[in-house]
């Protein structure tokens, strides 16, 4: 079993690469977008991306709530 210390660690790693990855796949949606002869003006596309990623670091926030709370 990890050391809660190395869990928080990896949980705060885990938010930070979410973080890079939403910025990279809206960046790559707005150039596919771009490709697609779409205005990237629209931004429902980003939207959804923001939404899934929304979901996922509202979960490792919650990891890291529960193994706060567990110390």
Do not use: W
Request: neutral net charge; proline residues 1%.
């Amino acid at each position: 079993m990890a050391p809660r210390n190395e869990l928080q660690r990896e949980i705060a790693d885990c938010l930070n690469e979410a973080l890079r990855l939403q910025s990279r796949v809206i960046g790559v949606t707005e150039q596919a977008q771009l490709a697609a002869g779409m205005n990237t003006a629209d931004r429902s596309l980003r939207g959804k991306v923001t939404g899934l990623f929304f979901g996922l670091i509202a979960h490792l926030e919650a990891l890291n709530r529960l193994v706060k709370e567990e110390t």
